[in-house]
């Protein structure tokens, strides 16, 4: 592959028309979001469904989701955080630049991976039990947990880097690299639950080696004449400058993630001190329901955020105006079908991830609760990247923090105290509504002097 032929591939980003970009660029990063949160998703269905002792193992492997979405919002920070900014170089015409973001991308997840396996080897146990395990799931979690912490390297290169394979509009390469993994582990997962009789240990397993095979390939290929982008040693060299801007647009995203993690710990605290087991079942379920249906617009944001940061980077700002409305409204027409789909039918979706009447039953009570807020948090989801793309840290970072910290943590807290359990599951709904309406309200006021001159200039 030539260096002329990656960036007429890459210029496209700027000529074709938007409805063949977004086809292109998007459809691929869809299924690829789709088919990885199938990692999460399979487990859990396989393991609800484990004869006798389903609900307690979905609720021991629900706990350590809190500690699996740290992990992995740390290479949020570089899949959203270094990615658009070498797109934005690359649009900027400069490859030395994006390739020593991509070089020190690559560095900082290693020393993530030795910092989090150190510290949640280390305190695991203790964890698991503040974040809502009981002695009736512990086990399960601590089953599941010590062998997902061994793939740490894997889960943080194959999140991490598969971004990069996505700006140089290769979205059909990085939906490889994702379903190499996640086909892998569907057929895994049952030989090793139940073939080998390793219940979750199984299922953990087959996580690890499959997140590995999408390492392999996502490495393999920026390693590779192909790639227009290449890790270099020389470019492995921490850069203050550089991982200062990387953090900078990539804190917002981290927190996302990371408080998605303290989210679950408050939520599931809450509900076993409220409710008990069953009630942080129903989280689990819910959370998995609402991760899959998140999926696909994660998947058109990740498409279309290169579009945007390349058009952003080459001053094209009428092609970014049409391009963030498709976006947005996208992600609010689609957001708002799917959560009306499962508000009307709750226990249906509810069946899906086990088979005990009584969870499901409670499923299906509170779920129209604990998702009526989603309606219209489809906004956030299209102006967030939005701001990303657009290389915005500060405004995305207050909207992250606005919906997580300020609001969805204390009145998960709060509002128990007058509703009982009823007020964990209410917290949620309050929060999207008041985030998605304030994050509306701050893209009206500012994307107009965002799209300036001066405004690019600053970018960096």
């Known amino acids: 592959m030539t ?49 006798g002792v389903g609900a307690n193992a979905l609720t021991g492997v629900g706990v350590t989701f809190c500690i699996t979405m740290f ?16 797109a934005i170089w690359l649009g900027k015409g400069d490859l030395q630049r994006a390739e020593e973001i991509l070089g ?27 974040f809502g395990a009981s002695d009736a799931t512990i086990g399960y979690a601590t089953d599941y947990l ?35 993994g996640a086909v892998a582990n569907i057929i895994l997962d049952p030989i090793f639950i139940f073939g080998f009789r390793m219940g979750v240990r199984g299922a953990a397993t087959a996580t690890v080696i499959s997140q590995a095979l999408s390492a392999l390939w996502v490495v393999s290929f920026l390693m590779g004449r192909k790639s227009s982008l290449k890790i270099r040693k020389s470019c492995m060299r921490p850069d203050g400058r550089i991982l200062k801007s990387v953090f900078a647009l990539g804190i917002s995203p981290f927190i996302m993630n990371a408080t998605e993690s303290f989210i679950s710990i408050v939520l599931n605290h809450g509900l076993q001190v409220y409710g008990g087991d069953m009630h942080v079942g129903s989280l689990t379920i819910m959370q998995s329901i609402m991760q899959f249906f998140s999926a696909p617009m994660s998947g058109f944001t990740q498409g ?5 940061s390349y058009n952003y980077g080459a001053g094209n700002f009428d092609r970014v105006r049409r391009l963030y409305r498709w976006m947005i409204g996208v992600c609010f027409g689609f957001r708002f079908l799917t959560t009306a789909t499962v508000m009307a039918f709750p226990r249906f979706y ?9 969870l499901v039953a409670l499923t299906g009570q509170v779920m ?5 807020g989603m309606l219209v948090f489809g906004l956030q989801n299209g102006i967030q990247p939005t701001f990303l793309a657009l290389g915005q840290a500060k405004i995305s970072l207050f909207i992250a923090v606005l919906r997580k910290i300020i609001l969805l943590i204390p009145l998960a807290l709060i509002l128990p105290h007058f509703m009982g359990v009823m007020g964990v599951y209410v917290a949620e709904p309050v929060s999207d509504v008041i985030s998605a309406a304030t994050a509306t309200v701050l893209f009206v006021v500012n994307i107009k002097k965002i799209l300036s001159e001066e405004a690019l200039g600053r970018i960096g």
């Open 350 to 358: 509810a069946g899906f991830f086990a088979n005990e009447a009584e």
């Open 3 to 51: 260096a002329e032929t990656a960036k007429t591939r890459e210029e496209r980003m700027a000529t074709d028309s938007i409805g063949r970009l977004m086809v292109s660029m998007t459809f691929p990063a869809i299924v690829a979001q789709i088919i990885n949160i199938l990692y999460s998703i399979i487990d859990r269905i396989y393991i609800g469904h484990m004869e």
């Open 104 to 130: 020190n991308s690559v560095s900082f997840l290693l020393i993530c991976t030795v910092a989090l396996m150190v510290f949640f080897y280390a305190f695991q146990k203790p964890l698991l039990y503040m």
């Open 71 to 86: 992990v992995s919002a740390f290479s949020a920070f570089i899949s959203n955080g270094a990615a658009p900014l070498a």
């Open 304 to 308: 279309m955020a290169p579009i945007v």
């Open 146 to 180: 010590s062998i997902y912490l061994a793939g740490t390297l894997f889960v943080e290169l194959a999140l991490g880097l598969n971004a990069f394979i996505i700006c140089q509009s290769r979205s059909w390469t990085a939906m490889l690299s994702v379903l190499i």
């Open 368 to 372: 129209p609760i604990f998702m009526v």
